[in-house]
């Protein structure tokens, strides 16, 4: 497991990780040098995934940032469609804050034909997503509800169950494009009741709100849209 140990080395040493989201929909494999060059110096990961993505985009899309880049490269994969063999890992996401079954454990199993035979590092993230203001591209596509901002104790004990259930990971997710980004009190109430790393993403455009996500224990934090064109 290289590329989680790199995150736990990252949670452990109080460092914190930069994914920059890449989504193949939007991306233009042309522009991936001048792409690579506008994205943060402290940028630790790129992930690749969208909620809605294309047959066969994540490949190219991933092919060229692995030709340009030496960062870790990560699926984030909206459907198993999304993965390729050529990443370096993928987030195995069970989408915890809802209950569709098909987003529970359907699309894992899917997937399966296709990992078992491949070399990529599975990393087992349970998915939690918030209200952010508005519908989400995850909560149309999953069918699902996202939980309150305000409901500490079912986010707290989401998040630890999905600790209990092997999680290497947990990810806080408002959305992409969120209007409100996963709140600081939060994240600090959850990343206190945690043993394994907190990623946090959705709605993070400023570099203080990303300092502000980071000071209350996100160990990583996503920004995708921003970075966009
Ligand atoms: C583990 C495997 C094989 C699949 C996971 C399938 C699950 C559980 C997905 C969770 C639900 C979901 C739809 C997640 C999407 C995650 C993601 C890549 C979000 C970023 O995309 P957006 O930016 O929200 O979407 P747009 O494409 O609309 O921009
Ligand atoms: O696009 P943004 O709002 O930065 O969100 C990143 C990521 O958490 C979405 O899945
Ligand atoms: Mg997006």
Redesign the pocket.
């Known amino acids: 497991m290289i590329y989680y140990q790199s995150i736990l080395k990252l949670a452990s040493e109080k460092k914190k990780g930069l994914a920059i989201?890449i989504?193949p929909?939007?991306f233009d494999v042309s522009e991936a040098a001048a792409f690579l060059k506008r994205i943060p110096k402290e940028t630790t990961h790129l992930f690749v995934?969208?909620?809605?993505?294309v047959a066969q985009l994540t490949e190219g899309t991933v092919k060229a940032l692995k030709a340009l880049s030496n960062l870790p490269v990560i699926l984030?994969?909206?459907?198993?469609t999304q993965?390729t063999n050529r990443a370096d890992a993928?987030l195995?996401?069970?989408?915890l804050s809802g209950r569709n079954p098909e987003?529970l454990v359907g699309?894992?199993v899917k997937?399966v034909a296709q990992l078992r035979i491949s070399k990529l590092e599975i990393i087992p993230t349970a998915?939690i997503l918030i209200d952010g203001g508005h519908e989400?591209?995850?909560a149309r596509?999953?069918q699902t509800k996202p939980l309150s901002q305000d409901d500490l104790e079912t986010v707290i004990h989401t998040a630890l169950a999905g600790q209990y259930m092997g999680a290497k990971l947990i990810y806080l997710e408002a959305?992409?494009g969120a209007k409100f980004s996963v709140q600081p009190m939060l994240i600090r109430a959850v990343k206190r009741v945690l043993n394994i790393p907190l990623i946090v993403g959705g709605g993070i455009r400023s570099d203080i709100q990303k300092q502000a996500a980071f000071d209350a224990g996100a160990d990583m934090v996503v920004m995708?849209t921003v970075f966009e064109e």
């Open positions: 989201l989504d929909d939007k995934g969208g909620s809605t993505v984030f994969p909206g459907d198993y993965i993928v195995f996401l069970s989408l987003y699309q894992q997937s998915y989400s591209a995850v596509v999953s959305g992409s995708g």
